[in-house]
Nanobody, 122 residues
Framework: QVQLAQSGGGLVQAGDSLRLSCAMSGRIFSLYTIGWFRQAPGKEREFVAAITWPGRNTDYADSVEGRATISRDNAKNTVYVQVNSLKPEDTAVYYC???????????????WGQGTQVTVSS
């Protein structure tokens, strides 16, 4: 089993930056990709970014390309996503997720964090 504990989030102004953290514990060695997703009110959950745990391949959604950076700290077993130039449409509950199957993908995640609210005011 893998546990994902999220931190960060909150209320920010448009144009601000925000960094979310996802601390992992448990059978981390079994993981291949860590991803971030978000779900806005009344909308389906959407992919934001992903990074492989072995290696450093990354993938970004078009909506955050150029504004977001996903990174990891192996020593802390933590993955981060920083989003700059935040917009009101970035308002959502953000989730980190982890998958074991090889391949950096936007679906098929096995474990999920508890979610954290990000609200961007205009």
């Amino acid at each position: 089993q893998v546990q994902l504990a999220q931190s960060g989030g909150g209320l920010v102004q448009a144009g601000d930056s925000l960094r979310l953290s996802c601390a992992m514990s448990g059978r981390i060695f079994s993981l291949y990709t860590i991803g971030w997703f978000r779900q806005a009110p009344g909308k389906e959950r959407e992919f934001v970014a992903a990074i492989t745990w072995p290696g450093r391949n990354t993938d970004y959604a078009d909506s955050v390309e150029g504004r977001a950076t996903i990174s990891r700290d192996n020593a802390k077993n933590t993955v981060y996503v920083q989003v700059n130039s935040l917009k009101p449409e970035d308002t959502a509950v953000y989730y980190c997720a982890a998958k074991m199957k090889v391949g950096i993908t936007r679906t098929g995640y096995d474990y999920w964090g508890q979610g954290t609210q990000v609200t961007v005011s205009s």
